[in-house]
């Protein structure tokens, strides 16, 4: 029991921080998640109830809870719920400040009085604006009339100047050389239409042409002065305005000063007034009034040292107070307790979550704070606001977009959200760095690293007066951004005053032009009329004349088509006739081609089950000869003393048993090798021994085969990196040769350049000194004195009365200037013509570099022309081959089809060895033969002889049989007779319980037909219920059936025990059989052991038998009979002599034994002698046997070798003649098949001219017929246009003299022509003007309403700019202040919604850590990866980095592909206009709503899906929503989307990427003229004819070569060998 308590009480102990955590919640105000209506509930805690379960060690925690309402009175009844299982939080109540509210409704009625005040002044403003810009205009308007009064003056007088300056005999020269080109013009009609022109009206044109150049020569001088005027004007200005801009900013900057002067003099007196106070306020025992220190506050210290250290520490505490003590790390100073510290920055770190022990607890540490941070503290509990964000919002929004750039680039802000783990990450990238640098600079860098770490983690109080300045800074910007609408919106007012005055005037210009058109439109309506009955007559004889004509064409083109339809009749006939025949042959080739290639098929089918037959015939010799070398390779097993591979090592051959094909091997066991513990010897089949031996053999062969496969690749491969190697060689080589000669062609056209620039500065200058240089400088100098006064000229016109007064050149300012000239253009001269001799130089640089690109261009070309032609010859060649090696194919009948491309020399080779191979077998065959008949007398006599001595042998043997058989069957038959007594006494028992088991049987049977008595009498009662169709006769069919499944039973059971018996029976006979097959392996391996192992066991035998010593004397006897007769008397001799030595019985008993001793040792000698005579025969009959098997298996191999090959040749005949015939089917078929396509396109054609033979007799036909209609129809349209032409010759008509006069009709539809259009072209000009007017009311019109949209839409952005000021400021609030201003229920609901969002950022968050960790666990095991199998990490790295580490922590620097830089750069996607890049683009990277934004209800109401169903209901819920997910929100280009799909590119492209691509097509356009030109430049100087005749000439000399060659070719083709 007491280790139960422990246990339970070690594991409540796990659960008491829950439990505590449940018991504070008693009382509390908390917010529970209503998962049925999706909302936040107001309740509060009642009591804690807790219940153990699981045997007392799990707490079971509910709380009594009970509903609030608005009110915080309780509804309904507690109940029990589990706030483990439900989201929940704990509410912080607020109180209403009454004082703030009035303070704010204070303050925003100054600032509605300010912003109205603003307002007047803006209006009074844009009123003062106006009328500058009104006083603007008209002063404008006056400048533009003036000046179309003094160019229209200058015309004028331009004019008069002209025809005074035209009878000027220099003009009239001038006109004159421009005649003759005028005049050319006019009769080609360059300018316009040709015209046929005299001299004299070419020599007027000329005379206009050049008084109007005049004219507007003069006219543009003076728009020239006159446009500078108004630029001047436009300066003078913008000088004005600027000037009185500067005067404003004095003003303001003055006020400023005067203002900041003044805060600084109350500032001033704060100080001094402060001060004065200091000076006169004393306190007396000041000390005593000051809090004492918790802690000591080390006051008196002192410091020591010793050998070991030295320090300095407390004499009241004895605390150390070194730098190494741990208070002074953590920043704590002198009398401070630690648990305080700590408390205070946890509360000041996150006041609301602070968890403190109680109200004085709490109190104390606010008064901690209170005491530390003083009037801050104070300020901020009197403040509402709270900041929150270190950067302005524009800036915190920006790093949140870009925050991986800016991740990448280690730069670190608030809204780059860094991490904990990637700030480490990151100082330990940038320690890595440092320690690359020097020791000194290592100091440096990693102080400025630690100060930049710090600059970002400030604190508390500076952080909050960053984010308060933050706050500020936006605070400015949006009043800024204010004031900015504020006078965008004053602009775009003035602006529509301006326009309603242009839309007055336009409104009175339309009218006008509408009455004129009006009064116009009815003239031009009676001048249609008559111009329509004067067309209509002109039009009516017209159309007879047409009409006529065309007729006259008709019956032309009908006499055309009969003549074309004769002509087209001639040979048709006969060419139908040829086609026809055509088909005819074309149908007898067909059906003889059909007919031979049947019987090529015949043949070819023939061929086919020949070539089977002698194929599978191939193959069966072939497995017969594979079949032969196994039993020459089997021979070399069955040798006595070979060593032989087995399962347990390499074993010795003792011998070879033919019977069951299975070798005898020695197998030594315990010991070593040389002497072993024990001899064993091991059969082995022999197959199994050749088995192994080529298992090892063709493992060998496999991996020699791929040693040398590897070995060629690696040759061939080091040969062609070899060979690439020398051709980089060359190229190099060749490279470097082009440079060289580039260069020092480079340095030659440099020198060359620089010596003729050096040579014509020095002509230009030697030209200077000559009579005609003098002269060019003198006219140069004159040239830019004329343009010199033209210059003064011009700016005497333009001069506005600013400044001095400019005037023309006088004579000795000519002087002057032709002196101060000279120089000048001396120099500009040698200039001149350097630059001119550098151009000429390097147009003949560019030429010969020209001829040698059109030189290696040539080179190229035929060098190519080269190689093509030595493919085509070396193609040539081998094919020639081929055919040589098919035709010594048929001549000798030796075919070899693999490979395919085989050439002559190598078939040559191959026939070659295949014949000697067959003379060699035949010759093999023929000495075998003869050998074999005497080696077979030999082994005749060799096995007579063997036959006597093994006859001799088994003639002892079988004595000595005998005599054991009999000792044996004495045994046996003793045996037998045990046996059979036990046998009889067996049988007795059974017998005995046979009658027993009758007896029983007897009995059961009597009871049994007792039964069936009963069942009888049973069977004739009246109370019988059988169903037996005859229930009288006997028992029921049930009845019957129990006993046939009784009887069923017992015969199952008589016939399992019977199968029992069987298989007994037969395990027994298995066993006699396996014994008797013992007893037959024993025999046998008993013979074996006499045969080839008696001889060692025998020496083994050291002693013998008691049993066989005193054995009987007749062995003794039989084996003396068999000794040597002098042996023999010998031994008997010794005997008897040492008999009459023995005197006592013990030593008679003693000799005896000694004799039966060694009589054993003679018989085991005899037996020795016995067993190696036998053995050394069986050796013997054992080596002649394996060499006759030997030979005749390797006449066997011969005969069946040349077999095979015979059939082989015979196979691969049939098969080349299969596949030749093959080859013709195909042929024919082929060619069978174009005939039949040609006859059937023969036939076509036969047709077609059939058709168009009979078409042309029908069109000949038709074409008369027509004829003949035409010829009677022209007739008739002939005498209809003569009628016409009277009646439509004058007209009766008002509309010209206002009065009837008769017209020609000709003639009137002329002037009416010409009236009417003038008339209408006046209509269409006022229209004209009237639509351009209508357009310029709708551009007007269409200004006012952009005008009126622009305003509103600024003000509306004005006023949202505003709100969501506002809005952040209420946002800024605490929940305190922000109670105060919104009511409860509104408050609920941002609190429910901003619960929302801290659940959306849970999950956010969770999912961020779950993909890190994620990401964490593959990086692990990327690196445990690289780690174990560096060749996968070289790999990776490879991939990732470009290049491999090799095991270095430095990646090398891997320049950037333009693929890759591609890939980086950030695109904006076309849907929801966020930047993106390539690699991170998914499917689920830009979130879009299928559905649509309109008026809807949910989807659970029936009016979602159906209009109809809409009620009144509907009117709580009925918004604008998604269709889709039913969100409210509109959302930003779709980026609060319910569906997720990749981002998409703009549909214009990226416009760095095709501003790069267009520069780069323009690079390449300007290369390519450059070398077009360049080679139009080499195709003019007619270098490649030249060439090309060179090479053809060549190349003619080389196919003359070839023919010639050939042509010996072809003769020794036709020599015949004898």
Known sequence: QHSKRKYIIRKREKYQTQIQDAEKLKGAHIEIFDNGTQAWEHMKVMDCIIKWVENGTKPKIDHLVSRLNGSMDTIGEPFKTDLGKERFYVSKETTFDSEAQAKWLENEKLRKARLKDEKQRLKQAEREARRRREAREKERDAFDDAREKAVEKAREHAEVEANKVARMKATKTEIAETVKSIYHELRVGITGEAQKVSMSQARREAERRWKMQYVK????????????????????????????????AKKETEGRIAMELAQEKDRAAIRERTSNLKSQIRIKDFHKAVNKAPMCEHMRVRHWGDCYGKGLRCLDCGLELTK???????????????DLVNDVNAHRANESSFRFKDGAHLRRVENERLRLEKERREMKLQQNVFYDFEDQMA????????KIYFKEKGVVRQGVQWTEGELADLKEQQLLKIQELDPLDQIQAKRDLELFYASFRPPTFRAEGIKRQAAFHDLLTTISRINSYRQRIRELKDYRVEIVAERGSRIMQLQYLHIQVFKLEVNLRQIGQDLQDAASRIQIREDTRITWQKVVEILKVAQHDKKMTDLARVGVEGSCQEAEDVVRDLADQVRAILRHRMKEERKTRALEERAKRARKKANELKETLKETQNMIDLMHYRVRGQLIPTRFGARRVLFYREVDKMLCVDLPLGGTTEEPAMKARLYVPIHESMDLERGWQQSNIVAMEREDDYCKAYYKKERQMMMDERYQFALEDRAMRELDELRRGLAREETLLYDNVVLAVANARQFIKTRDGKKEIRKRIEEALVREERNRHLSVLQWTGIGKKPRPLKDYERVLFRMRMKRPLKKAFIIEMAKQSEGETLSALSAERAKKATAQTFEFVMNEYIREFMADLAGETIEAGMNSKDRAEANTGI???????????????????????????KKMLETWGVRSAQDAERLEQAKREQAELEMD???????????????????????????????????LKQTLGERRLMVAEEQHMKIFLKEEQIEKEAAASKYNVYESADAANGPSAKEMRRAELKKSGAERNKMRKEIEQMKYEDELAGAIRAA??????????????????GAEDLDNLDDVDDAEINSDISS????????????????????????????????????????????????????????????????????????????????KHASREMEWMEEEEEAKEVEKELFTHQTNCNKLKLYGQSKGKEELRMKAVAKKKRQHSDQCVEANDKAEAWRKRCQYVETKRHKNYEFMCEQTTFMDTDAITKFHQRWNTNMLHKKLHNLYFRTLAIIIANKAEIVAGERRMMRVQELLLNNEVDTKTKVKNMEDLWRNHNRESLMRLYRSGLGEKIFQKSRKKMLTLVFQGWVRYWLWHKGHKEAFELKFTMIKQELDLKRLYPETRDELERREYGVTKNGKDKVPTVRKTILQKHKARPIQCRYCQEFYVEEHNNNVACAYHPGEYRVSCPKTCPGFSDPKMVTTKCMSHRCKRWTCCDVRDEGVFGRNGCEMRAHMPPPMGDPDYSEKVRKINAADKKVIDRLDSELEAVRGQNHILEAFKIKSDQLKEIADDLIEERKVVKRYEKLKFV
């Open 895 to 921: 075919i070899f089809q693999n490979p395919p491309h085989m050439q002559y020399d190598i078939y040559c080779v191959l026939r070659k060895w295949w014949m000697t191979k067959k003379a060699d077998l």
């Open 953 to 987: 042998i088994e003639r002892r043997e079988r004595e000595a049989k005998e005599r054991a058989r009999q000792n044996e069957m004495c045994h046996c038959m003793a045996k037998e007779e045990a046996f059979n007594r036990r046998f009889y006494r067996e049988e």
């Open 395 to 402: 800036i915190y929004e920006f790093d949140r977009r870009h």
């Open 217 to 248: 020569e003069r006219v543009e001088e003076t728009e020239a002065i006159w446009t500078a005027a108004s630029e001047q004007r436009i300066l003078e200005e913008k000088n004005k305005e600027i000037k009185e801009a500067e005067e404003r």
């Open 324 to 338: 190494s003590e741990s208070k002074q790390e953590m920043g704590i100073g002198s009398g401070e307790d630690i």
């Open 1116 to 1195: 003794e006897e039989s084996d003396d009979s068999q000794e040597a007769e002098e042996d023999k008397q010998a031994r008997l001799k010794e005997d008897e002599q040492r008999k009459l030595l023995l005197t006592t019985e013990e030593e008679i008993s003693d000799d005896r034994i000694r004799r039966k001793k060694e009589r054993a040792k003679r018989r085991r000698a005899k037996k020795k002698r016995i067993a190696e005579a036998r053995r050394e025969a069986a050796e013997r009959k054992d080596a002649e046997e394996w060499e006759r098997a030997l030979q005749e298996a390797m006449v």
């Open 1076 to 1093: 008797e097959k013992k007893a037959e392996q024993i025999e046998q391996l008993k013979a074996e052991m006499d045969l080839w192992g």
